[in-house]
């Protein structure tokens, strides 16, 4: 999908002076190159507005390789990062990325990658008002938001900070209160698979059909998959009767690959990513399903016909890849550990998400490319 820029736009990646060259991590769109010279795109120890739980060198993360990974496509170059180009065309726009943790995982990341370009305090904001967090640079009037909606439609994890539930019930009719909060958006970036991913074989969902209110209420056990065809098919509906074409771009991100099974790399399932510390090598790696995917892909390629083009940021073979990138036990834990976590830190280690600066900077770099290749 990415248009991206020409080889004079190109950035070699650099060793350390006396580090042997290391194989790169090869797939079928591109490899990883180590690259010093270029990398990291911003300080995670600097950064005002980080998350805490990818906050990987505040909480003693030690190696520092996870950083200065670039991904180079075959036969194109992504062009390099600029913010004040990016806040210039966000500029009086807004920018939304809407789903879960992983997807706020990004936002975190591109709001890393140009707040460092405005010095002045005064000059950019961060709210956090319940489900929605908005980070503004006000010499731009450009805003550039999180809205915590996992399950895209309402559902009973809808809240930002109690949310984890074992039994996951959506209301397949009812989007509305979401999509209040996103309808203005110029740019719309959707993620949503993690929370729709089995955690263990028998694990099923329910479906609300009608409300307590009106006396018809239904619940319907169904499979996982089941439950997100379903959503899919509401935001599509509302996308193709609400969305402004001429207004709004829309991007519906890829699936962001997990690695507790270190089996699939040669290692052992018991120590999951933990103490990794360089991407897996093999060529043509893949571990992810990309099933949930295609499915996305197919609702959303319904829209064409009436001029709404939903963008698929295909950014997950390049993720497969960085078994290394992910927090760990390097993050803050918001509940204490007990003395058999901390007598086994594979039991708590984090390999869902992404230690910033890390792989989520190139999915912005991605987008970035596009975004800056066409009007918005």
Same mark, same amino acid.
């Given at each position: ?24 991590? /090869? ?20 950064? /005002? ?328």
């Amino acid at each position: 999908m990415w248009k991206l820029g020409s080889k004079n736009q190109r950035l070699e990646g650099q060793l350390r002076p006396g580090t042997p060259a290391r194989r790169s991590a /090869t797939g079928q769109g591109g490899q990883w190159v180590y690259d010093n010279v270029s990398r990291p795109l911003y300080s995670g120890l600097k950064c /005002t507005f980080i998350f805490l739980e990818v906050a990987c060198e505040k909480y003693g993360r030690k190696d520092s390789m996870y950083q200065h990974w670039r991904w180079q496509p075959h036969g194109c170059d992504i062009p390099r990062f600029n913010a004040i180009n990016l806040l210039e065309k966000l500029r009086d726009k807004r920018l939304v990325f809407v789903g879960d943790s992983v997807n706020r995982n990004q936002w975190v990341s591109l709001v890393c990658m140009v707040e460092d370009s405005i010095p002045d305090d005064r000059l950019k904001t961060c709210i956090f008002n319940g489900s929605l967090i908005s980070f503004k640079a006000l010499e731009y009037n450009a805003t550039i938001d999180f809205y915590w909606s996992p399950l895209l439609v309402e559902s009973n994890s809808d809240n930002p900070i109690i949310h984890w539930v074992d039994y996951r019930i959506i209301r397949a009719d009812r989007i509305e209160k979401h999509a209040s909060v996103w309808r203005d958006a110029d740019i719309i970036v959707f993620n949503s698979y993690l929370w729709w991913r089995k955690q263990n074989d028998d694990m099923t969902m329910k479906v609300m059909y009608g409300s307590f209110e009106d006396g018809d209420a239904r619940l319907d056990e169904m499979e996982m998959i089941d439950g997100f065809e379903i959503a899919l098919k509401k935001l599509a509906e509302w996308l193709g009767e609400n969305i402004n074409k001429n207004k709004t771009r829309i991007f519906f991100a890829g699936s962001s690959p997990t690695h507790f099974w270190a089996s699939n790399w040669g290692g052992e399932d018991s120590n999951k990513c933990l103490n990794e510390t360089e991407p897996i090598y093999k060529v043509g790696y893949k571990s992810t399903d990309y099933s949930l995917m295609a499915m996305a892909k197919s609702y959303f390629q319904r829209l064409e016909a009436k001029g709404i083009h939903v963008e698929i940021q295909n950014i997950t073979e390049l993720s497969d890849y960085r078994k290394d990138g992910h927090p760990t036990v390097f993050r803050k834990q918001y509940v204490p550990l007990t003395k058999e976590q901390i007598e086994n830190p594979a039991s708590y280690a984090d390999c869902t998400h992404w230690c910033l600066p890390g792989v989520p900077d190139v999915w912005n770099e991605f987008l970035y490319g596009y975004l800056m290749d066409k009007c918005i």
